[in-house]
């Protein structure tokens, strides 16, 4: 019996064992949901968005899930709790889980260089698969070359090996393990690595590895444009003439290991328990190796990085942006809270700061914090590289 599958099954055993005839005790009490409420309300109202689903969990007790506004501008369809989302960057964190897994197993070493799987890499033989992971790598973002912007506003359909190719076109930022910042390049890196230990497309390996343990059965990463039903429009000024413009059949292929999949937030309610815990998919070691945060610039007490997770004042687990929607999926083991939040559009208002990514269900989880978690409130936008 491989050890993911001892894990999954002693989890079920205690499961069965510790199941008794009372209801499980709810999540959060009566006011508390109404000031959760109230919050997202005011948001949805301040930053004229469409609609958001709010999924808060603690360990034992029953989930709590709300919906507020409307999944659809042009129906006025309102959102329900079960719709489907793209989660953008909460896709790295899957990724990652997938690598540490694969590392359990003897079938890679973090400190394996990239060169080892992937060959054309500029200085490929100094950069370890920790570096992409950790985002110390040095490589720059794909997203920051004009040539990727311009396919995907006219439709275009990205392979893996291209996501790479345009991140490796612009010069590298520094040294690898001499800074930190974020970057897409390193993520599809590490999906092609996947592909070539695994022998398997980078979706079923999730799938089989980590989406099936888990019971995450609304959770894929899809190569075509199509959202499984029911699901939220996503709504973006991200367009080619500025804009407001629906995103929802935008290509999953444009963001693939890093910000391809799908979900739902009963799903990813799961999930951010597994990116703060580990369990049931990584031992404790793989999981201490998981949070060794990085300290360059710009991480802080605030904000830091490890493998594929943020730490964020002690909520553990990434956010997401993707053109037409924004989530996060994050825990915080001091109070084994589960929080997730999913909003159907990526448009941000108010003042911004270079280097920072505002997205709107960071903002919104940022003043959820700050009921759920008074000594532990997150930043409500992301520094995603150093400087001012």
């Given at each position: 019996m491989r050890r993911k599958?001892?894990?999954?099954?002693?989890?079920?055993?205690?499961?069965?064992?510790?199941?008794?005839?009372?209801?499980?005790?709810?999540?959060?009490?009566?006011?508390?949901?109404?000031?959760?409420?109230?919050?997202?309300?005011?948001?949805?109202?301040?930053?004229?968005?469409?609609?958001?689903?709010?999924a808060i969990k603690?360990?034992?007790?029953k989930r709590w899930i709300s919906a507020a506004g409307v999944s659809n501008l042009e129906t006025r369809k309102p959102m329900r709790r079960g719709n489907h989302f793209r989660i953008g960057s909460v896709t790295k964190a899957f990724v990652t889980t997938l690598l540490l897994d694969l590392e359990?197993?003897?079938?890679?070493s973090l400190d394996d260089p990239i060169s080892s799987y992937v060959a054309g890499v500029p200085g490929g033989e100094a950069i370890t698969l920790r570096e992409l992971a950790n985002m110390t790598s040095g490589l720059s973002d794909y997203f920051a070359n004009q040539q990727f912007s311009f396919e995907y506003l006219t439709g275009e359909t990205f392979t893996p090996e291209h996501l790479v190719e345009l991140g490796l076109a612009?010069?590298?930022?520094?040294?690898?393990?001499?800074?930190?910042?974020?970057?897409?390049?390193?993520?599809?890196l590490l999906g092609l690595v996947v592909e070539q230990v695994t022998g398997q497309r980078l979706q079923t390996a999730l799938r089989q590895r980590v989406l099936k343990p888990l019971g995450l059965g609304q959770?894929?990463?899809?190569?075509?444009?199509?959202?499984?039903?029911?699901?939220?429009h996503g709504y973006t000024r991200q367009t080619?003439?500025?804009?407001l413009g629906d995103a929802t059949r935008g290509t999953p292929t444009a963001t693939w290991a890093g910000g391809g999949m799908v979900s739902t937030v009963a799903d990813l309610t799961k999930a951010a328990r597994m990116f703060g815990t580990g369990q049931p998919i990584l031992g404790a070691d793989a999981q201490r190796r998981r949070e060794q945060w990085v300290g360059l610039p710009p991480n802080s007490p605030e904000q830091r990085y490890g493998i594929g997770v943020f730490?964020?004042?002690?909520?553990?687990?990434?956010?997401?942006?993707?053109?037409?929607?924004?989530?996060i999926a994050w825990y915080l083991p001091v109070k084994r809270l589960s929080l997730v939040v999913a909003v159907?559009?990526?448009?941000?208002?108010?003042?911004?700061?270079?280097?920072?990514?505002?997205?709107?269900?960071?903002?919104?989880?940022?003043?959820?914090?700050?009921?759920?978690?008074?000594g532990h409130v997150a930043p409500p936008a992301v520094k995603v590289a150093p400087g001012p």
């Amino acid at each position: 019996m491989r050890r993911k599958d001892a894990i999954t099954l002693a989890a079920v055993v205690t499961a069965l064992l510790s199941a008794g005839p009372a209801a499980a005790a709810p999540s959060l009490d009566r006011e508390t949901r109404d000031r959760v409420d109230s919050i997202v309300a005011r948001q949805l109202d301040k930053q004229v968005l469409p609609g958001a689903i709010v999924a808060i969990k603690r360990d034992g007790a029953k989930r709590w899930i709300s919906a507020a506004g409307v999944s659809n501008l042009e129906t006025r369809k309102p959102m329900r709790r079960g719709n489907h989302f793209r989660i953008g960057s909460v896709t790295k964190a899957f990724v990652t889980t997938l690598l540490l897994d694969l590392e359990e197993d003897g079938l890679l070493s973090l400190d394996d260089p990239i060169s080892s799987y992937v060959a054309g890499v500029p200085g490929g033989e100094a950069i370890t698969l920790r570096e992409l992971a950790n985002m110390t790598s040095g490589l720059s973002d794909y997203f920051a070359n004009q040539q990727f912007s311009f396919e995907y506003l006219t439709g275009e359909t990205f392979t893996p090996e291209h996501l790479v190719e345009l991140g490796l076109a612009l010069p590298a930022k520094f040294p690898p393990g001499t800074g930190w910042s974020y970057s897409n390049t390193n993520t599809a890196l590490l999906g092609l690595v996947v592909e070539q230990v695994t022998g398997q497309r980078l979706q079923t390996a999730l799938r089989q590895r980590v989406l099936k343990p888990l019971g995450l059965g609304q959770t894929s990463l899809p190569t075509r444009r199509r959202l499984p039903g029911p699901f939220s429009h996503g709504y973006t000024r991200q367009t080619a003439n500025g804009a407001l413009g629906d995103a929802t059949r935008g290509t999953p292929t444009a963001t693939w290991a890093g910000g391809g999949m799908v979900s739902t937030v009963a799903d990813l309610t799961k999930a951010a328990r597994m990116f703060g815990t580990g369990q049931p998919i990584l031992g404790a070691d793989a999981q201490r190796r998981r949070e060794q945060w990085v300290g360059l610039p710009p991480n802080s007490p605030e904000q830091r990085y490890g493998i594929g997770v943020f730490d964020f004042n002690g909520w553990i687990g990434h956010n997401g942006g993707i053109p037409g929607y924004t989530t996060i999926a994050w825990y915080l083991p001091v109070k084994r809270l589960s929080l997730v939040v999913a909003v159907n559009s990526d448009i941000h208002r108010g003042p911004t700061l270079p280097n920072y990514a505002y997205e709107p269900a960071s903002e919104i989880a940022s003043r959820l914090t700050r009921v759920l978690s008074p000594g532990h409130v997150a930043p409500p936008a992301v520094k995603v590289a150093p400087g001012p």
